[in-house]
């Protein structure tokens, strides 16, 4: 079973970046496609974004507007979320998650198989 470590948050002022990584142990990435959510203070999780296994189609939020972008490199065997200009509501505990139907793009929660523990991201001045 394999499972997934978030890393990378952090708190960070608004416009600034991170780059958060979920690592896999006990199993290859690469048989996985992998998402990311975020659950805010009081709010239901949302989705982020996800990627095929190979990388070759990903799917963004709308609401992001190009500020963030998923990415993987497989022989790391890790997944990445490069974010940026970073907003206050961004601010949540981001989770990676992984589907064993490596090839399907998909944003519902209840379709991935296995869930990391969360990084903490909070953007404050």
């Known amino acids: 079973q394999v499972q997934l470590i978030e890393s990378g948050g952090g708190l960070v002022q608004p416009g600034g970046s991170l780059r958060l990584s979920c690592a896999a142990s006990?199993?290859?990435?690469?048989?996985?496609?992998t998402g990311w959510f975020r659950q805010a203070p009081g709010k239901e999780r949302e989705f982020v974004a996800h990627?095929?296994?190979?990388?070759?189609?990903?799917y963004h939020a709308d609401f992001l507007k190009g500020r963030f972008t998923i990415s993987r490199d497989n022989a790391k065997n890790t997944v990445y979320l490069q974010m940026k200009s970073l907003k206050p509501e961004d601010t949540a505990v981001y989770y990676c998650?992984?589907?064993?139907?490596?090839?399907?793009?998909?944003?519902?929660?209840?379709?991935?198989?296995?869930w990391g523990q969360g990084t903490q991201v909070t953007v404050s001045s």
């Open positions: 998650a992984a589907n064993r139907l490596r090839g399907t793009l998909t944003t519902r929660g209840y379709d991935y198989d296995y």
């Open positions: 006990g199993g290859t990435l690469s048989n996985y496609a």
């Open positions: 990627i095929t296994w190979s990388g070759a189609s990903t």
